[in-house]
């Protein structure tokens, strides 16, 4: 409570703080009434000029002083002046004025207050000075007279006049101007009528102010008898533009020389004038350029003679009716001239109409006929409209008649006539829909399901069979086929086709829809394509979206019977190693495409096969091959090609390839084929060879060794005959020396001879072998001596220790020791205990190497064939003998060598 009294106390007392203020505001406003009233009162009888004025210039107040002076007509003048420049942030300003009466011009200068409420202007008060008086002569005076009864005449013109002579500093100088000037050029008449007197050449145009100051001086230096000039000014306050025309006479009356001019407010003309000039040019290039055929024609004769004139005729009327324009210009033409011209069959209809609408009777109005041309007898298409032109008792007087040629459009629609019908009835042989939608205007949020989707402007028969929904029905509700997408596709589907529409508003020109979805329609489903994109016009907006529905359902179920054809094909190949492929190719080139490619076998990947074709398939072919399978790969008449791969990891696999042609199309041959890895059937087959081979050379090598023992053993028994008897004859002794140096060298030649046949004999193995236990370490030391005295210089012998000393045939050692010739090399004899072989059975070896010039394959298949040598006088025994001596002994021989690697024998003996 004590709050609530507290709070009422402080408002009663700030209330009675107002009321004061109030109080005194009131006492002071009454002051300055009253003050204001002593003013009004002291200027009402004061000397000084007083007037007070409205916001529109009504005069309000003025004393006695004012009205001695001006007249109504001046009054208008200076309420004009006065309510120029006057604003709420510039309530005043001092400005200085003419006035005239009775002969006398008075100069005034003037002081304006202005009085506003907010920024409304609700007076102006106007106190003046009296500086200057001058008597007029009688005949200025009545001109002024003059002027201020023009000056509520006219709203259009502005007068203006001026005394012209040298006691003006410019040679001229305005007298007095009407009110209307000073509203335009938006100067004070003071301005105006100062000693310059070209103060109001700064209102006009900066680009026309020289012509109309060379002109309006020139009529001062007697140049030129009137001055006419029409030009642009623009306000000086407003800059307001305004086209007038100046016009003024000069007149010379008691000595005085004076200028009278009139200005013209001819904005509107001249703009009339600019836009009909504009128009005429417009109209000049539409009658050059215009395909239509315009004529003009004088009809007001027609009703009485039937005929009329044509007054004008566009361009466009030769290439229509190929008569030049001359020819139809002029002279009488009646309507049956045209006869000629047209389809017998509308040439009656037509002059009928024509007649009808000349006379006045009749409209003529999208008339639809044919024109022949006479020259050419082309056919045209044409559509005329006409209007007349009646004079002042009703009657035709003028007819224009517009042309236009359509047989273009009249062709294509024809064409599109045509067009429609083979649409409709090829929509009505196929299933799939074809589709028109109205574009949409506004964007669809994603996230909700519209209520109403665009609407079908057209939808083909193809409708009722897809999605069991009539086209007039979507033509009504576009939404219905909607209705028909599987539960687990709606969302997506939607999304995608909003998503779309929104692309046809923001960038219809890359805007796409391509959508795979699922329908059920009578409880069968049914996969389907929708395809759709926008039209565009040429400001880059959507018109139409056009688009189809496809039904995609037995595609679907073949592409999931070859999906599954293929993956059990897959599982198949990936337990066979085959390559699998199908190529596409131009004609006679070895360039390729693979379209499928299955292998399991080389190690390279399908994708860059894929990706560099041919390249990547030759590389993979052994380089010895690549220009035979590339030259073969063109020849279909080899269905069947062998040749070698070289992998990646060095391995060189053979390949059987065997392809057919399966199309040929547009300039390209798809061939399918498949890679078979034969290299096991190769090698078996060369094992196969090499094993024919080696059973072929031993039953040569066993017929050789039965001759050669035979030959061996005949031979053996007639050296021993003639040893024996030579033996006797040196036991006999014989005196004659040279008898007994004779036998001796029979003898010697005969133990030549046994040892070759002992050499054939071990070749046969039908030699007599004494058996015994041989230390083969102890053989090689003991024939060490041998071997190394016989060596030459620049070959030595290395030993090696018990377990690696070899035991060395004195045939093979010299056979290294051939092959070393004169270089520096090595012999090395080796021998050792070996346990291999199938049977791990254990044997003794001998190694014998040699670093000569090495053997290459053909030498080394006929090593051992007797008389076989590389010497040029060697007999081709000794290797032959070798082998029949280990082949006797139960041993095996082996030759390692190559070209410029030398050689090395290996020989092994089973364990006594």
Known sequence: MDDAGSEQTRLIALLEARQTEIRALRAENSVLMMANEAVRAGLMKSSALFLQINSVGDVLLSNDAFQTVYTPVSTNVLTTEGLCDLTAARPSRRFTTYAWRNGTRFVVSWAAEATFRGDHLTRVTLVGVIRTTEVMPPSTSGNIRVFHMMDNLSSSSGFWLAEVGPRHPAGIRILVITRLLSEWFELSTERFCDASGESWMAA??????????????????????????????RGLRTGTARWVRDRAVKKTHHGVTYCFGVTEDVTDEVLADRRTRELNAMLTVILENLPDIITVSDVSMFRRTGRYRRLFVSRSWDTVTGLSCPEAVGGGVSVEDIRPFLVPEEADWYIARHTAFLEGRGHLKDIHHRFINPRTGAVRHMVMNGSLVRDARGRPSLAIIVSSDRTAEEETMAASRESRLMFTAMSGAINDICCIIEPPHEPYALDEEPAVFPAFKLVTEGAMKLFGISPESLNVDAKLWVDTIVDEDRVRVLRSLLAYANDTIVNPGSARLDITFT?????????????????????????????????????????????????????????????????????????????????????????????????????????????RATATFPQFSTRERRYRLLLDDGRVRFVLNRRVQVKESDGFIRTAGILVDVTELVESQQRKTEAQAQMHRTQRLESLGVLAGGVAHEFGNATAVIMGNADMILELGPSNERLRLA?????????????????????????????????????????????????????????????QLQQVISIIGANGIDAIGSDAGVLTISTGIFVGGETFQQCVHLTIADTGVGMDRQTQARLFHPFYTTKSTGKGLGLAAVQGIVTNHGGTLEVKSAPGNGSVFSIRFPVA
């Open 204 to 233: 006009v145009d900066p680009n026309m102010r020289d012509t109309v100051r060379d002109a309006f001086f020139a009529l001062l230096r007697d140049n030129t008898a009137v001055y006419d000039e029409t030009y642009l000014i």
């Open 519 to 627: 329908i059920e329609v009578d409880g069968e489903r049914k996969f389907v394509v929708a395809r759709n994109r926008p039209k565009v016009n040429l400001r880059g907006k959507a018109v139409a979206l056009v688009g189809t529905f496809a039904d995609l359902t037995a595609l679907h179920v073949e592409q999931r019977r070859l999906s599954h054809a293929i993956q059990q094909f897959d599982v198949i190949s990936d337990h066979i190693d085959c390559v699998y492929y199908l190529l596409e190719s131009r004609p006679g080139a070895t360039d390729f495409t693979a379209l499928y490619y299955y292998e399991t076998f080389t190690g390279r990947s399908r994708e860059a096969l894929y990706a560099r074709g041919a390249a990547e398939w030759w590389s993979l072919i052994h380089p010895e091959d690549r220009a």
């Open 743 to 803: 036998v001796a060298a029979i003898m010697e030649a005969c133990s030549k001879a046994s040892a070759y046949t002992a050499k054939l004999l071990a070749y046969s193995g039908k030699g007599t072998l004494n058996v015994a236990d041989v230390n083969l370490t102890r053989l090689v030391r003991d024939m060490a001596g041998f071997i190394v005295a016989n060596l030459p210089s620049n070959v030595d012998v290395h030993f090696g220790d018990v377990r």
